[in-house]
């Protein structure tokens, strides 16, 4: 079918160039040379296409809804698909989208921007993804590019919410594609741990240990609290639903997907922004996200880990430009075979866990958010799950339980014990993760980059070689304050004074037990009120000694 579909003039001559100083890779029928490479620069090959992305209201299609316009001027109609809500209505949902800050930037350069933006109003967990017959006719008639983002990115999802909204949308957009009659290239977000038990994961599709049709075929008929307890035997050695339904979608495209434009790209774990649309930015409390905010108001005290392993965060501009590279590449190039593109820093720019948290902590010590629980701590994760547990009771549940105790009495709705429940919960998940490791390799990545020009080498870029991980975090922990929660930098005086007050009470709060255990077990035993004095005088002779030296 991809021999088939309607391509204009510029992208056909291109794709009979098997000429030049190119380095060809294996299975790809032609690649540009350089001089075409800077006639076809990226702008220009998005200029008149038409794009139709779904997930747009999430935090990935946002940025790369934004980035396409901003970059891409001359881009055809950016086609957004759309969840309804109850409480909204189809403009007042657009309005919400339009209206975010991560179009900030975008709206200066370009006032007009919606324009270019058309909503779709659908459901990916509906059939024929909820769109109705006019608009699926003029989607058919009129996308290039289709960037599918839509997806369930929670890791205790049930199976059944996940496999239907990873891998039975996954099949209904194959369908649907394969009727448009204009398409280059369909770009499919996955995840960098689809195939987290494997230790080390190539660029390509691995075969899973169950078919994916008949995953499907079970949630037919099988009902829920069977399909639960059936749950662990598919999941096999898969950490959660997210990572399992993941890798059934990917081969459900390399199957189902045959003889379209296809590309996978495999995004590790999506941290804030590096440089766009702004450094720092974040909209989600997912993942690393909410751990980080965490942290940063005294809450997060103690979580399973090890600071030796890599944190393998990537910056959501990073594979924002990896999909939209994809894109152009698969268009032009038309690879023989589906391609996939590992997005991840772990093997290209490692960072562990301890120096991401160190960092955090430091960065929260000198930006701190507003209304602190307690000071960040200076050590978060730890290896051992029994003092895990115990640090967990002590630290979390016992200040939780007092906390509430005191809003109790004095008529306020009590909320810390259920803060600390959720946030347990995504540690749970977020366990697997901290306590692995993986590589990946990156041989397609360091392929697209071979072939971009050097404008669009900067604007579009793809490596996180460069990134400076101190420099991120900072920017990180900043973007927690100014775009997630909102809070105004003005009252950063009064934040500073706060984290000194929750000082000095933790120096009082120290003093009083020490002074506590002296009266309990000092003061009342001859036995350690003598070695008390002992070491008293061992001090006191060690420090007269330090003052005779210098003073000779």
């Not at 209201?57 to 809804?65: E, I, P, Y």
């Amino acid at each position: 079918m991809a021999s088939e579909l309607t391509t204009v003039e510029p992208w056909e001559k291109l794709r009979q160039n098997t000429g030049g100083g190119s380095r060809l890779q294996a299975g790809h029928r032609a690649v540009h040379t350089k001089a075409d490479r800077e006639q076809l620069t990226i702008p220009r090959f998005y200029a008149g296409k038409n794009v139709f992305v779904t997930g747009a209201t999430g935090s990935m299609g946002k940025v790369l809804v934004e980035k396409l316009l901003r970059c891409c001027p001359d881009i055809g109609i950016v086609y957004c698909l759309m969840r309804p809500k109850k409480n909204q209505d189809a403009t007042q949902r657009f309005n919400e989208l339009t209206s975010n800050k991560v179009f900030d930037k975008l709206r200066s350069e370009l006032p007009d921007f919606e324009k270019k933006m058309v909503p779709v109003w659908g459901d990916i967990a509906e059939p024929q993804l909820g769109i109705s017959n006019g608009d699926t006719s003029m989607l058919q008639n009129s996308i290039h590019i289709v960037f599918h983002c839509a997806a369930t990115i929670r890791f205790n999802e049930c199976l059944r919410t996940a496999v239907e909204t990873n891998v039975l949308a996954v099949q209904r957009m194959i369908k649907l594609c394969h009727t448009f009659k204009l398409l280059e290239a369909y770009v499919h977000v996955s995840t960098a741990f689809a195939n987290c038990d494997r230790s080390h994961i190539e660029e390509r599709v691995y075969q899973p240990t169950v078919d994916p049709q008949k995953v499907l075929d079970i949630l037919e008929w099988m009902e829920d609290d069977m399909l639960e307890m059936l749950t662990s035997k598919l999941l096999k050695d898969k950490p959660n639903t997210y990572t399992f339904s993941k890798h059934l979608a990917e081969w459900l495209l390399l199957k189902e997907g045959a003889g379209l434009p296809i590309a996978i790209v495999r995004p590790s774990i999506v941290g804030a922004s590096w440089k766009e649309p702004f450094p720092g930015w974040i909209d989600n409390y997912n993942g690393v996200n909410g751990a980080a905010v965490a942290i940063g108001k005294g809450i997060l005290r103690s979580m399973k880990g090890n600071t030796s392993l890599v944190a393998d965060i990537i910056p959501v501009d990073i594979p924002i430009n990896v999909m939209i590279v994809v894109a152009w590449y698969t268009a032009v190039a038309r690879p023989r075979q589906l391609m996939v593109y590992n997005s991840t820093t772990g093997t290209l720019n490692p960072f562990t866990w301890g120096e991401l948290v160190s960092a955090a902590v430091s960065s929260f010590k000198r930006t701190p958010l507003d209304s602190c629980f307690r000071r960040p701590p200076t050590g978060v994760i730890t290896a051992n799950s029994y003092l895990n547990d115990y640090l967990t009771f002590v630290s979390h549940l016992i200040p939780a339980y007092l906390m509430d105790f005191g809003c109790r009495l004095m008529g306020k709705r009590p909320r810390m014990v259920k803060i600390y429940n959720k946030l347990h919960k995504a540690l749970d998940t977020l366990c697997f993760f901290t306590s692995n490791a993986w590589t990946w390799s990156s041989n397609n990545l360091d392929m697209l980059q071979h072939h971009l020009s050097a404008d669009d080498l900067k604007t579009f870029y793809i490596d996180p070689r460069p990134l400076h991980w101190p420099t991120y975090v900072e920017n990180y922990c900043l973007g927690t304050k100014k775009y997630l929660l909102n809070e105004d930098l003005a009252g950063l005086p009064a934040a500073k004074a706060h984290l000194r007050w929750l000082r000095n009470i933790r120096y009082i709060f120290n003093t009083l037990i020490a002074v506590a255990l002296w009266r309990t077990l000092i003061s009342r035993s001859e036995i350690a009120r003598n070695l008390w004095s002992l070491i008293v005088k061992l001090v006191f002779k060690l420090v007269s000694n330090y003052r005779v030296t210098i003073t000779m």
